[in-house]
């Protein structure tokens, strides 16, 4: 249980953090 309260928040900062960086580039294209 603990383990599991721990991977999910790291995954979700995983993907958080890559469509952040998609975001960023597609901004850069238009801009």
């Given amino acids: 249980m603990v383990t ?3 991977v999910v928040p790291a995954a979700d900062v995983s993907l958080f ?3 952040a960086a998609e975001r960023r ?3 850069r294209e238009v801009g």
């Fill in 17 to 19: 953090s890559q469509f």
């Fill in 4 to 6: 599991l309260s721990l």
């Fill in 25 to 27: 580039e597609r901004y």
